[in-house]
């Protein structure tokens, strides 16, 4: 590394902090610049032979945005300039810290960057590391951003946060859906993850959570592949299918369908609880001309959008099917469990996966899911307590995404 490029710094008001710095430095930022990409709008101070640059965040969903919500303003990170970025991503792997993205990416002053996760604690601080390198051979720089200080007991108590939620969050997987509410939650505001990489390195507890219920409820006789086997190969075909469409074609637009999808479904679920309630129907047959578009769309749904989907997958078990609820859960979780692992393969792929993280949230899940599948298969009434917190599960995430409330 040169040399010290940049200090940046997260404000809440780019117009009042650029008035600030400017009293403070004797002279005016010398241009202002949106990176859309990142949802960040930035300053920049010339302090010498380095910079001061100032972030603020364009949406509630920005990094910046939520940096400061959680720490408030201050420093964001510091930044190195570095002579040739791949050879020094090669470099910081080697040391082993994680780097996020396998390429660089265009950021601000159009240079391509990269990030490194802050999972390498030091005495007082974790560490988040960007790179990016500037087009026609200019210098790269690597940027370090410091999050909050970290302790034995602030790691046992974070990491205990972690493990309690995934837990939970593998108990509402195994009997309703929707419980990556939770972990995607604990992923990005208590282990400091991006979005993308949250998403990436949630999906490792979804298998391993599915992986043991699903075996629990073969054990116990929940689980007959035989009958089951073609409802399955169809979800699953379609979504491989969605998945590789999502890497693709952004699927943001179609997001909104789905708050209007769960009011749909809360009253499909309350209308004529009984049909919740009643035990498989062994012998009933459903059209193939009814089985394979449904199967193939639902399992695509799960792919491409994945929000909601154990919901929808139940409702289309129960009443389509006819199965009962926790025969519709034992489906569901080997069904989950197999398209998660293809998932798995390509967030690795494209390096958006902390596996230490990962594994951390993936010891609760699993245990949430095996202690649920085992009661669950066992208790008489099991049928009656996963309709009732499906509907509880499905009344919650109505009012979340209608923005009655945050969590």
């Not at 002579?83 to 040391?95: F, N, P």
């Amino acid at each position: 590394m040169k040399r010290l490029e940049h200090i940046g710094i997260a404000v809440k008001d780019l117009q009042a902090s650029n008035e600030l710095f400017a009293r403070l430095l004797g002279k005016k930022h010398y241009k202002i610049e949106e990176v859309a990409s990142e949802n960040v709008l930035t300053s920049f101070f010339k302090t010498g032979q380095s910079k001061v640059e100032l972030l603020e965040g364009t949406s509630p969903d920005s990094a910046i945005s939520k940096f400061v919500e959680k720490r408030g303003e201050g420093i964001h990170h510091i930044a190195f300039e570095v002579e040739d970025i791949r050879a020094e991503m090669q470099r910081l792997e080697k040391e082993g810290f994680t780097i996020l993205n396998k390429e660089p990416k265009r950021g601000a002053d159009n240079k391509l960057v990269c990030f490194i996760h802050p999972n390498q604690p030091t005495e007082c601080w974790s560490s988040c590391a960007k790179v990016y390198e500037p087009p026609g051979g200019w210098p790269v720089v690597l940027r370090l951003r410091y999050s909050q200080p970290t302790n034995q007991s602030c790691n046992l108590l974070i990491y205990l946060i972690a493990i309690i939620g995934s837990f939970i969050a593998g108990c509402i997987n195994t009997l309703a859906g929707n419980g990556s509410a939770i972990t995607l939650t604990i992923l990005t505001e208590v282990l400091g993850l991006p979005p993308n990489v949250a998403n990436g390195t949630n999906r490792i507890g979804i298998a391993t959570q599915g992986g043991a219920s699903s075996w629990v409820f073969f054990r116990n006789g929940m689980l007959d592949l035989r009958r089951d086997k073609l409802l399955i190969m169809l979800t699953i075909a379609g979504a491989i299918a969605g998945v590789w469409v999502a890497t693709e074609v952004s699927n943001e637009q179609f997001k909104t369908v789905f708050s209007y999808l769960l009011v749909v479904m809360l009253f499909v679920i309350l209308v004529k609880p009984s049909r919740w309630l009643r035990e498989t129907d062994a012998s009933y047959t459903p059209s193939l001309w009814i089985t394979v578009p449904a199967f193939l769309a639902l399992g695509f749904y799960g792919g491409f959008i994945q929000m909601g989907m154990g919901i929808f997958f139940l409702v289309v078990m129960v009443l389509g099917a006819r199965y009962s609820i926790m025969h519709a859960n034992a489906v569901k979780s080997v069904v989950v469990t197999i398209y998660t692992l293809v998932v798995i393969v390509i967030f690795q792929y494209k390096g958006l996966i902390d596996w230490e993280m990962g594994l951390l949230m993936a010891i609760g899940q699993t245990a949430g899911g095996w202690l649920t599948a085992l009661y669950g298969s066992k208790y008489k009434n099991a049928n009656v307590w996963a309709h009732r917190l499906l509907i509880v599960i499905v009344v919650v995430a109505i009012l979340k995404l209608f923005g009655v409330f945050e969590w």
